[in-house]
């Protein structure tokens, strides 16, 4: 099925960097999600966007909702152990087809 | 704990039977949502129930069925199972169609 392009796959940082991640679409979106997922759980939702241009923060996780509606990004500044996981965006156009997209993902790993 | 349960949470089964998974949505979430995660994959969508009739379908192969009941939880049976069927399988559920989606723990299937 169609997924959206998220780069980068992966990532290897040490504690306390700053992450940047981003997702990009062939498609206009209305809403974008980004949620994480630890290993063997389920994903659970961090940031919620439902307007281009719009930036919007929880705690040390910034996202934005890109002008274009074709893209968005997710930053994470001074980074911790527990932040370890892999981060899905997801998008959804609300023009009759409901269901959301989901980017490929990107695993972040910290190095001690 | 998103409020979404999912049942059970780890199934071993054989090639060519049949397992059914159960979920049952945040309390007051009329939408439930069925993905497929292989392994190391992204989520694929695989169909969504409203308030108990199908509202969107995915890509969910015929050998898989769904049903949501009037007590709003629902049911994805996987028959006639094969090696590649082996994923973790997670609910979602919304308030209404076009709202954030909540996951459950997921379900850890493994076919042999």
């Known amino acids: 099925g169609q997924q959206l392009n998220q780069s980068p796959q992966s990532m290897f940082i040490q504690e306390g960097e700053d992450v940047s991640m981003n997702c990009t679409s062939s498609s206009i979106f209305n809403t974008w999600l980004w949620y994480k997922q630890d290993p063997g759980e389920g994903p659970v939702l961090l940031i919620a966007?439902?307007?281009?241009?719009e930036l919007t923060s929880n705690g040390r996780l910034t996202a934005q909702f890109g002008i274009t509606r074709k893209d968005s990004f997710l930053n994470i500044s001074a980074s911790i152990p527990s932040d370890v996981g892999i981060y899905f965006c997801?998008?959804?156009?609300?023009?009759?087809?409901?269901?959301?997209?989901f980017g490929t993902g990107t695993r972040l790993t910290i190095i001690p | 704990d998103s409020g979404v349960t999912q049942t059970p949470k780890h199934l071993i089964t054989a090639t060519g039977q049949r397992v059914t998974l159960r979920c049952s949505p945040r309390s007051g979430d009329l939408s439930v949502y069925w993905y497929q995660q292989s392994l190391d994959q992204g989520l694929q969508f695989l169909i969504q129930y409203y308030n108990g009739e199908e509202r969107a379908k995915g890509n969910i192969l015929e050998r898989f069925s769904a049903q949501q009941f009037p007590d709003l939880h629902s049911e994805l049976n996987l028959s006639s199972l094969e090696l590649g069927d082996s994923a973790l399988y997670f609910c979602?559920?919304?308030?209404?169609?076009?709202?954030?989606?909540?996951f459950g723990p997921g379900t850890r299937l493994l076919v042999l």
């Open positions: 979602a559920s919304s308030v209404e169609s076009q709202e954030t989606q909540y």
């Open positions: 966007l439902y307007k281009a241009g």
């Open positions: 997801a998008g959804r156009n609300n023009f009759g087809n409901e269901k959301l997209t």
